[in-house]
């Protein structure tokens, strides 16, 4: 079962069959063919370095090439800065030009990975099967092969793929994506046994701290405040450093109320990972609280982020289209949800495209995309759906329909948005006749 443990910079490096390097050379110090992204930050920055020094010995080390270019992709990942991807993309090549892709599938799944990384989710899918036909056992390219699908929404066939990663590389990057591919299903109940799996199998505390977080995320989205508190304290005590851990025990405390915790948290994560979804929600938290300038300054940070991540590659359509839709410019959020549907037919861009025609007044074609986000195939439940539907519901006049939506989203999980469960609680009392996201009449 693969895990964490070895992945400092003392360990051995992998090659591309699972076989270590008995050269008797100096290796790298990432294996090839691991999690890259459930390191600490430090073991990952120790071992980029330690891999500079071992590439700049063995330029023609094409495993070392590969290793530094996933590392990068991480990197970038957890550190909010996409200037790290073009440096993934000229390793993967430096390894592709000493191993050619029929023999180097870390190559092909490092690219996978960094495809997944811009949002070029069919080219992720490409790689990954061109990987997997290397080799078939590649946990990197089986964990991708999954993301792609999902990202495509191509649901049914992403649970199939999830099924094969779980038969040939069973362990904690199959697990945690297994469990997501079966909540997009509706399937809560084996979603949270397969992380329960997955965390008995956990040693390393980088490993502790992702599931556990998995754990915490899954309990949040159905409303469980006190079981995601508990799951998101395991995660930080298992590591300090962890930044999702540190989110989603923020974006719990202030669900339950507590916003100077809230606040202190979320600060710090975007101190630290200042990527649209944060920044967005450490604005909602202030807007909640009435401070509408220190608000203004978080989303304004999205465009700033969205700009430098668009000159590296990296799609951002997605999530300009929802945070442009609630917080900035309705046109370029339409724009934005159009170009993310024609790439994409998921629930998640059928909910960003539905807003986004809502912000733009085009209420009855935004309930025909709300029904794909909300509809029983495949089965997803996402409180934020539910709202903009009732949402939508309401501004077309259907007060039964927009009753039953934004209740269901409050049961669902209450605390799910410090504004927009507000909003749902405003229109749900009859105080509100808004027919425009965010207050626009």
Known sequence: MAVAAGLTATSVAMGADGDSDRSGRDTPALAADVSVERLTAGDLAQGIDALHKHLQRQPKDATGWATLGTAYVEQARTSGDPTRYPQAEKAYERSLKLRPPGENDAALAGRAALAAARHDFGAALSQADRALRVNPYSERALSSRVDALVELGRYDEALRAAELADRRRPGIPVFTRYAYVLELHGDMKRARQVLLRALESAFAPADVAYVATSLGQLAWSQGQYGRAQGHFTTAVRADPEYVPALEGRGRTYAAQGRTKRALSDLEEVVRRYPLPGQLAALGELHEASGQRERAEEQYALVGTWTRLARANGVATDLESALIEADHGDAEEALRSARAEW???????????????????????????????????????????????????????????????????????NPGFSPTAAREAKSVLSGKSVLSGPRGES
């Open 342 to 412: 024609s790439r994409r037919e998921s629930v998640h861009t059928a909910d960003a495209l539905a807003w986004a025609l809502h912000a733009n007044g085009k209420d009855e074609e935004a309930l025909t995309y709300a029904k794909k986000a909300t509809a029983g195939t495949p089965g997803y439940q996402n409180a934020s759906f539910l709202f903009h539907r009732g949402m939508i519901e309401h501004a077309l006049g259907d007060d039964k329909a927009a009753r039953r939506f934004l209740r269901a989203a409050l049961d669902l």
